[in-house]
């Protein structure tokens, strides 16, 4: 009889008295089959050891191509396989360079090509993947690739998150809690009905609304009967959010500088039962002129690159370089220098302005607040979120001040959200100033002390001019079918606190 065990052939002779022998004496067929069992078992670990070495020679015999044979690689036929290999091996050798690395190779060799393979395999330009290549971002890479999920917000001026549920599950939702740290949010995994059709959608008690944007509202923290300006309100769900904070008391000003994105915030804010707020179409810039120090806070949720929100518009890979993000760099300045001159520094509740983007670049973010940070008399404190992931106080050329570290980021491979910065600005005077002097600095200086001599001057002069002098002409409305250009100032001439019941 011939038996295969593992491979090998046991042949057995039928004729064997196998019934002689004591019962404690082993049987031929079991002392072979034994000596077999070992003699496989010994082959396996040998064979498992060459696999293990030979996995230790591929890995450390990598060998960097030459940029014009990957240009070569990339014209013809690019094989995607092939280049996240690539990419594999360069993050593996960059992670222990000293030890990895082509004696021949430097370190910009490695970085080059993977900047061209990762441009190559996720669709980036050349700039935005080159300003983002820190690790962290390598990751995020892969997860704009995916969707984020579809989250609604309760309205809190209407229902409650755990009623909202129940009427939703009842309509066959599948839905859940977004995340422990909001009380409003509910995430929608799938749904038999459409989620913008349902009758409690129609009535008013949940919007559509992304979990990133709810924490620049969080941040702000509104109060009762404030005054608070939403700078870039459009689509309306940031003011709604305020207003259910705020129990429809006080005055929020919904402003955008787009007037067919206005008549989306006017639509839901009718749909949400909001009774506090004044939709404006006025560029953010020119409030400081027509609310001159008006708000005790203000919300900036600037316009931005939307790099952190890339799954939603993939154009944008490939449609923003350095022109643009310096041009979006130079509007955000503008608009947050606006932002903090229209909030009253002697606000008994506030004085706070809160800016966000949807963008993950150092220069749309922790740029932007440094700099108003050197122009106005202002500081960083704490958000009031108890998660997220520091800003930078230094990034590659970047050194930016100690307090940076107080704003938050979020990304989307941690958070499970877009790409999201938010930082919490406290205005410290209503006087505006040239130059800050830095905090470390304690000696004072001859522009200083000459800056405060002009700003008394100037105070002085106009108290000389205001005696006796007639008030100034308010500009004469201008009216364009429905429309009032100059209805802003005309709110000037209404008392506070007739605001709520004219609107």
Request: contains cysteine; hydrophobic residues 35%; glycine residues 6%.
């Amino acid at each position: 009889l011939e038996l295969d065990i593992n491979g090998f052939l046991l042949q057995i002779d039928l004729n064997d008295d196998f019934s002689s022998g004591s019962d404690s004496e082993e049987l031929e067929i079991e002392k072979k089959s034994k000596k077999l069992l070992k003699k496989s078992n010994e082959n396996k670990i040998l064979a498992d050891e060459e696999e293990v070495q030979l996995n230790v020679i591929d890995s450390s015999a990598f060998a960097l191509p030459s940029l014009e044979e990957v240009e070569q690689e990339l014209k013809v036929a690019p094989n995607l396989e092939i280049i996240k290999q690539r990419i594999t091996d360069v993050m593996q050798v960059l992670g222990d360079f000293n030890k990895l690395r082509d004696p021949n190779r430097s370190r910009d060799d490695y970085m080059t090509m993977l900047l061209k393979d990762l441009c190559a395999c996720y669709g980036y330009n050349e700039y935005l993947m080159g300003n983002s290549m820190p690790n962290i971002y390598f990751k995020i890479l892969c997860t704009n690739e995916e969707s984020r999920p579809v989250v609604i917000r309760s309205n809190a001026l209407k229902t409650r998150r755990g009623e909202l549920a129940k009427a939703l599950i009842n309509r066959g939702m599948n839905v859940d809690p977004a995340a422990e740290w909001t009380k409003v949010g509910l995430i929608v995994y799938d749904t038999q009905v459409p989620i913008g059709a349902t009758p409690e959608y129609l009535a008013g008690h949940y919007i559509i609304q992304g979990l990133s944007s709810f924490l620049p509202v969080m941040a702000l923290a509104p109060q009762p009967n404030e005054r608070i300006l939403d700078m870039c309100a459009a689509p309306g769900g940031k003011t709604s959010y305020i207003s259910a904070l705020m129990k429809n008391t006080g005055i929020v000003f919904s402003n955008d500088v787009n007037i067919v994105r206005c008549r989306a915030v006017i639509g839901n804010l009718h749909r949400l039962g909001v009774i506090n707020a004044v939709v404006s179409n006025l560029d953010g810039r020119e409030f400081p002129k027509a609310f001159p120090q008006s708000f005790d806070r203000v919300l900036l949720d600037a316009p931005c690159s939307g790099t952190g929100v890339i799954w939603k518009d993939g154009s944008v890979k490939t449609s923003r370089d350095s022109q643009d993000v310096q041009r979006t760099h130079t509007l955000q300045r503008e608009l947050i220098l606006a932002a903090i001159d229209s909030i009253n520094a002697s606000s008994k509740t506030g004085g706070y302005l809160v800016y966000s983007t949807c963008s993950v670049l150092v220069e749309e973010n922790e740029a932007v607040v440094d700099y108003v940070l050197r122009k106005r008399h202002c500081k960083l404190v704490p958000t009031g979120l108890d998660f997220g992931v520091e800003g930078f106080a230094k990034y590659r050329e970047y050194r930016f001040h100690p307090s940076l570290k107080l704003t938050r980021r979020y990304y989307p491979h941690v958070h499970n959200m877009d790409g999201f910065f938010v930082a919490k600005i406290k205005k410290l005077s209503n006087i505006k100033s040239a130059k800050v002097i830095p905090e470390d600095n304690n000696e004072p200086s001859d522009e200083k002390e000459s800056a405060d001599k002009k700003v008394v001057e100037k105070k002085k002069k106009k108290g000389d001019k205001k005696k006796g002098m007639p008030p100034k002409k308010k500009p004469k409305l201008e009216r364009k079918g429905d429309e009032v250009k100059g209805f802003y100032y005309f709110l000037l001439d209404i008392p506070y606190k007739y605001f709520c019941t004219f609107f």
